[in-house]
């Protein structure tokens, strides 16, 4: 018998050793997230992405985007996350696209319109118009330039297969934090039902508001429904509603003095002027006026709950829903048309056909808030104080700040870095 080459054996042993500790070090690693947003159509997911730099950090293991023109959203992603400091994966994920073909011959706005609607019916079109004329990625053109037109992200409708691929890796610890409609989730379960049982956890923004569902809830209405349809039937994975009704008290709009302390310390960075204008075409802040009209950090609350799910200042109760299939006419028999004239106020008269819901007791053994099996954990409240306070609402600005400050910051070690190098260039 030959002997063993000791070489070979001390080689056999670095490699266990290797393999054992890196697998050591990802149980013991922390969570990690991905991020599924429409950013472009509402400046809160802006807000929404800076917090998840400050949360976040490293832990990101990617981005999608979905509804309108997702290519165009994964440019302004993947902008921002690099004046943030940080190297995310950015991929454009299912929704509505330009069709090159029918642009080449000319197509109106009217035109791709009708696209738009064939495949978001519900979409309010008598309040929001025409996506197109907002222009979502105009105040990061103004700003950037060429710099903006030539970022590359992955290829179009890539994001639900990186979903895919980042469940299956990330051996239970990733938390999927849905910004927007559900489109590349349902798709991702739709095609890979295995990753259902593989995350954390599932953060949805949406829900129901009062007596209607919530914008993200029906834009997509059939995603919301097979997603939904799979985690109850499945009992995993744990989902957190982020109801849209907890915010029904206006308790995360912010006040006058909010807005001038994120807009002076957004205005010190390049990105933060972007997003400073993106604000303007979208909501309507006025340098004079100051007056950001209904704006609710909805999507920085959605992160943060990614984040820190059991936090003191949330209260959550569980419900038992059931998502009905939406039905071809309403009560008056009127067949729904898509888009032609649908306002908040048709979702209401939906809703009740839509969805069903009955509250359900909360396990009380747990340390933790939890639901029974085959029930949604749904924010209810958000704690205030006497005189109207909102300590979370103080604790989302603050920390919006911190990462504005931080864009700032690197921009004048940057711009320190650059004059050093003209100066050495021209001794």
């Not at 079109?125 to 970022?151: T, W």
């Not at 992200?153 to 239970?172: F, H, L, M, N, Y």
């Not at 039937?233 to 849209?244: A, D, G, H, R």
């Amino acid at each position: 018998m030959k002997p063993f080459n000791s070489i070979k054996i001390s080689k056999i042993v670095l490699i266990m050793l290797a393999h054992f500790l890196l697998a050591l070090s990802f149980c013991s690693a922390a969570d990690k997230y991905w991020i599924d947003n429409d950013a472009g159509f509402d400046t809160d997911d802006q807000l929404a992405n800076i917090l998840s730099s400050y949360y976040l950090k490293d832990n990101i293991l990617g981005v999608s985007t979905t509804l309108y023109h997702p290519d165009e959203k994964a440019r302004i992603n993947k902008l921002t996350f690099h004046e943030l400091g940080l190297s995310v994966p950015v991929y454009p994920g299912e929704g509505h696209y330009r069709n090159n073909h029918l642009n080449e011959h000319n197509e109106t706005l009217e035109e791709e319109f009708g696209r738009f609607l064939d495949k978001y019916p519900e979409w309010p079109s008598k309040q929001f118009k025409n996506p197109k004329v907002k222009n979502q990625g105009q105040a990061y053109l103004e700003e950037y330039g060429d710099e903006f037109e030539r970022l590359v992200t992955s290829p179009k409708e890539s994001g639900v297969q990186a979903i895919i691929d980042a469940a299956r890796a990330s051996r239970g610890k990733l938390v999927y934090i849905a910004q927007g409609p559900l489109t590349n989730l349902a798709k991702a379960l739709k095609l890979a039902p295995d990753i259902a049982k593989m995350f954390k956890r599932v953060v949805v923004m949406g829900g129901w508001r009062e007596d209607r569902l919530g914008y993200n809830s029906i834009i997509d209405y059939q995603s919301t429904k097979e997603v939904f349809d799979i985690i109850l039937k499945e009992k995993v994975p744990p989902i957190i509603l982020v109801n849209s009704d907890s915010l029904a008290d206006k308790q995360l709009d912010l006040s006058m003095e909010e807005i001038d302390r994120l807009t002076n310390a957004a205005r010190k960075s390049k990105i933060g002027n972007a997003i400073l204008k993106d604000m303007k075409n979208w909501r309507g802040i006025f340098e004079k006026a100051k007056t950001m009209s209904g704006v609710a950090l909805a999507d920085p609350l959605a992160v943060f709950i990614g984040r820190f799910p059991d936090h003191p200042l949330l209260s959550y109760r569980c419900h038992q829903m059931i998502f009905n299939s939406k039905p071809t006419h309403d009560g008056a028999g009127r067949p729904y048309l898509p888009g032609e004239g649908i306002t908040m106020l048709n979702h209401a008269n939906l809703t009740s056909v839509l969805l069903q819901r009955e509250e359900v007791k909360m396990n009380q053994a747990s340390s933790r808030t939890s639901c029974p099996p085959g029930a949604i954990k749904v924010l209810d409240k958000i704690k205030s104080e006497s005189g109207g306070r909102v300590p979370l609402r103080e604790k989302l600005v603050k920390d919006m700040i911190k990462g504005l400050d931080k864009i700032s910051a690197k921009g004048f070690v940057n711009h320190i870095g650059n004059t050093f190098n003209r100066i050495v260039k021209n001794q």
